[in-house]
């Protein structure tokens, strides 16, 4: 038995819902992936996949050593890939997930410049705001907003992440503008709908002050608040890498200065990826290129929105 075939055939199984839709993918019959499962099984001799006519599922056993297959073959492609990538400039294909906004706005103007720099570098990127588990998902990096609580990943800073509390000019000249955090409590606060705690805007400067605020749009997308802000509707505590060019063409003002919002100066705009991809080239390539793109301090914090 091929131990590596039998481990890429268990964990394709259950990553494709099937032994039919592992076969397409890994290109075989599916006659030959169920004898490499069934090999391993009968090698470990326990049974790793409770098998039906309409599913295949885990077993309490199967559960544990997925775990483990799929460590072990993520293991496998990072020795093989940081072998071929010892010589000559970095290349191969490179997995990572990007959370959507920011993705939109600072990465994709960028790709093309990056592919011009790196022609041997082949992108597979997945738009996701949710925090995505990298070995399960087979990925080189991802790139977190805030503060990353993961001891097995490595973290690279890449900019800072600074939160801002801002509205429209036409909004503050309505309703004025406030001059401390706990003067929220009476505007109209634009507020997301999924985010715990997200009604109670925190402040730290002069003091540390937690308000509870609120207003007429609810709402769980960032974008969709933003153009609300620049409409009128209130104030929104947003990212600056969202608001920065709303301010500096003035569809958007900054309100309380001298106060820091929300994440602190512990909040970063973070590449992740497991320890054994700390020496892959391509890795490097992309994380370095784009915290060289975005500067220091970056190119959204350059028009004084503080």
């Not at 004898?35 to 098998?51: F, I, Y």
């Not at 295949?56 to 496998?76: C, N, P, Q």
Request: hydrophobic share 45%; charged share 20%; with cysteine.
């Amino acid at each position: 038995m091929d131990t590596f075939a039998a481990l890429k055939a268990f964990v394709a199984v259950i990553e494709e819902g099937g032994f039919a839709p592992a076969a397409r993918r890994m290109g075989v019959a599916t006659s030959s992936v169920t004898r490499q499962v069934d090999a391993l099984e009968a090698s470990l001799g326990t049974q790793l996949l409770n098998r039906s006519t309409r599913s295949v599922t885990l077993t309490s056993v199967g559960e544990s050593y997925l775990e483990h297959a799929v460590r072990i073959l993520g293991d496998l492609e990072s020795a093989n890939l940081e072998a071929g990538e010892a010589a000559g400039p970095p290349r191969g294909l490179l997995r990572a997930s990007l959370p959507v906004a920011f993705a939109r706005l600072h990465i994709a103007p960028a790709l093309p410049e990056f592919a011009r720099m790196y022609p041997g570098i082949r992108l597979d990127l997945t738009m996701t705001d949710d925090v995505v588990d990298l070995v399960a998902q087979r990925l080189d990096l991802a790139i977190r907003l805030g503060s990353v609580d993961a001891p097995s990943l490595v973290a690279r800073r890449m900019a800072p992440h600074r939160r801002l509390v801002c509205a429209s000019p036409d909004y503050l000249a309505r309703r004025g503008e406030p001059q401390a955090p706990a003067e929220l409590a009476g505007h109209d606060c634009l507020t997301f709908s999924y985010a715990r705690g997200s009604s109670i805007w925190r402040f730290s400067g002069r003091s540390d002050e937690a308000v509870r605020v609120g207003g007429s749009l609810r709402a769980n997308n960032s974008e969709m608040l933003r153009e609300a802000a620049i409409g009128g509707m209130g104030l929104i505590l947003m990212p600056s890498w969202l608001v920065g060019a709303d301010i500096e063409a003035g569809r958007l003002r900054a309100v309380l200065p001298g106060w820091e919002a929300g994440l602190g100066a512990g909040g970063a705009i973070q590449a992740v990826y497991l320890p054994n991809r700390r020496a892959s080239q391509k890795v490097r390539a992309f994380v370095d290129f784009f915290i060289e793109r975005f500067g220091a301090p970056p190119y959204w914090d350059r028009q004084g929105n503080a």
